[in-house]
């Protein structure tokens, strides 16, 4: 997995629900990041976290939640407040002990539809 | 603003044929430059990426790039394409000194390789 699990693989909602999104890693990175993809549109950042207990909004963060308690975790819950919800969701991380040239490593992804 | 074009939703091409996969970028200084591949229901895979150097970049599964500044581009290149090449690719872009800022991805262009 690359050292970075996302679950579950598919998530079904109620309209209205929040539902929660897991997101681990555990190679000790500081940065991690969540992305929304649609078809067509590509990857659209929603929140992204560099530190513990610090997290910044990315392009369509209206909607959603995330916290970072602890280093290896970045759950990002999906409010009853996101209209569009259903989406590929994607995960990931990259250590920032350089100038970043590792890049990013991704979990598989989390597929969410509303029902 | 950091911006990534890939002007072409689909590419197809005959195997064992050369393929071209395009992209263009905007970055306020030098770039630092990304390809990824997504296989369908999964996460990116890192292809391979651009700093500094050489013009021509060699990554996984036969792939290469070429930064070319003056054109802003940074095209995906494979002198033979195999069916198992076909998937989603991933431009993506950042400026290299921006303080970890995060990448910012193209639309992705849809590789089908056909037998």
């Known amino acids: ?40 549109q590509g990857l659209r950042l929603i929140y992204y976290s560099q530190i513990v ?14 916290s970072r308690e602890k280093k290896e975790s970045f759950p990002l819950t999906v409010t009853s407040a996101q209209k569009n919800p259903t989406a590929f969701y994607l995960c990931a991380r990259t250590p920032l002990t350089g100038p970043g040239d590792y890049g990013y490593t991704f979990g598989s992804g989390t597929s969410l539809t509303v029902v | ?52 150097g050489d013009n021509l970049v060699k990554g996984s599964y036969g792939f290469e790039a070429e930064f070319n500044k003056s054109q802003t581009s940074f095209h995906l290149k494979k002198p033979s394409a195999l069916v198992s090449d076909s998937a989603l690719y991933f431009c993506a872009v950042r400026a290299l000194n921006s303080g970890n ?7 992705g262009t849809r590789l089908s390789v056909i037998a």
């Open chain 2, 1 to 52: 603003a950091q911006s990534v074009a890939q002007p072409e939703d689909q590419v197809n091409v005959a195997e064992g044929n050369p393929l071209t996969v395009k992209c263009t970028y905007s970055v306020s200084g030098n770039p630092y430059l990304f390809w990824y591949v997504q296989y369908p229901n999964r996460g990116l895979q890192f292809l391979l990426k651009y700093i500094t």
């Open chain 1, 53 to 66: 207990n610090d997290f910044q909004k990315g392009d369509i963060a209206e909607g959603y939640s995330v």
């Open chain 1, 1 to 40: 997995d690359g050292g970075i699990t996302q679950s579950p693989k598919y998530l079904f909602r109620k309209e209205g629900q929040n539902v929660t999104l897991s997101c681990e890693q555990n190679l000790n990175h500081d940065a991690m990041y969540w992305y929304r993809q649609d078809p067509g």
């Open chain 2, 101 to 107: 800022t995060p990448l910012v991805f193209g639309k």
